[in-house]
C-alpha cells in the first residue's frame, strides 16, 4: 500500500527566511509525487509536481520541492517566504505501478509565516 | 477552461438525515475521485472513478455512502443516514487519464451533522 508522512503539523517561519516544508513517503514501486497548497475555504491547488527527470522541479509560486529517492523524500523548499505564502500545504503520492492511477495524501502542514 | 464543479458549498443536516453531493469534472477527464477531508486532517479517498466504473471503493463506507457517476460524466456522492462524525468537507477532483497528470479539485462542500 502507498502512503505519505509529513511529520510536522505546523511549520513557522520569519517572512523573507527560506522554508522547508516536510515530506517522505511509501511506495512498492516508482512514484510519482505532488504538492498540493490549501487556503481557507477553498479546495485544493496543484503546485508542483515530480515525474522523472530533474531531481529538483520548480513550481507556482517560487515553490520547488526535491526528491530524494534514497531517503524517500520529496520536501518542499522556498528561497523566501511570503507571507501570503501562510496556508495549508499536502503532499501526495501515486505509485506507477499502480496501475488504478490512486493519488494518496499526507496529513498535511499548516505554514505560518510571521512579519 | 472551467475547473471542477460541486454543489452545494455548505450544508447542515441532522443525525439520521439523506443528504447528496454533485460534481462535474473538467471536461475530458476519465477519472474522477471523492475525498472526505475531516477537519485538521489530510484528504483520505472515498471513491475513484475511471469513466463510469469503480476503480476502489474500499474506504467508503457502503452501508451508508454510496456514489454513482452516471455516463462517465458528472457524479453524486449520497449519505443515508448521515452520523455526527460525517461532518467533514468532501472533495471532487478529476484527471485526466494519465498517471502523470495532477488532479484538479473543487472548491468542495461543507457538510455540518448536526
Known amino acids: 500500500a502507498q502512503s505519505v508522512a509529513q511529520p510536522e503539523d505546523q511549520v513557522n517561519v520569519a517572512e523573507g527566511n527560506p522554508l522547508t516544508v516536510k515530506c517522505t513517503y511509501s511506495?512498492?514501486?516508482?512514484?510519482?509525487l505532488f504538492w498540493y497548497v490549501q487556503y481557507p475555504n477553498r479546495g485544493l491547488q496543484f503546485l508542483l509536481k515530480y515525474i522523472t527527470g530533474d531531481n529538483l522541479v520548480k513550481g507556482s509560486y517560487g515553490f520547488e520541492a526535491e526528491f530524494n529517492k534514497s531517503q524517500t523524500s520529496f520536501h518542499l523548499k522556498k528561497p523566501s517566504a511570503l507571507v501570503s505564502d501562510s496556508a495549508l500545504y499536502f503532499c501526495a503520492v501515486r505509485d506507477i505501478n499502480n496501475a488504478g492511477n490512486m493519488l494518496t495524501f499526507g496529513g498535511g502542514t499548516r505554514l505560518m509565516v510571521k512579519p | 477552461e472551467a475547473g471542477v464543479a460541486q454543489s452545494p458549498r455548505y450544508k447542515i443536516i441532522e443525525k439520521r438525515q439523506s443528504v447528496a453531493f454533485w460534481c462535474n469534472p473538467i471536461s475530458g477527464h476519465a477519472t474522477l475521485y471523492w475525498y472526505q477531508q475531516i477537519l485538521g486532517q489530510g484528504p483520505k479517498l472515498l471513491i475513484q472513478f475511471q469513466n463510469n466504473g469503480v476503480v476502489d471503493d474500499s474506504q467508503l463506507p457502503k452501508d451508508r455512502f454510496s456514489a454513482e457517476r452516471l455516463k462517465g460524466v458528472d457524479s453524486t456522492l449520497k449519505i443515508q443516514p448521515a452520523k455526527l462524525e460525517d461532518s467533514a468537507v468532501y472533495l471532487c477532483a478529476s484527471n485526466f487519464d494519465s498517471l502523470r497528470t495532477e488532479a484538479f479539485f473543487g472548491q468542495g462542500t461543507r457538510l455540518t451533522v448536526v
Open positions: 511506495v512498492s514501486g516508482n512514484p510519482y
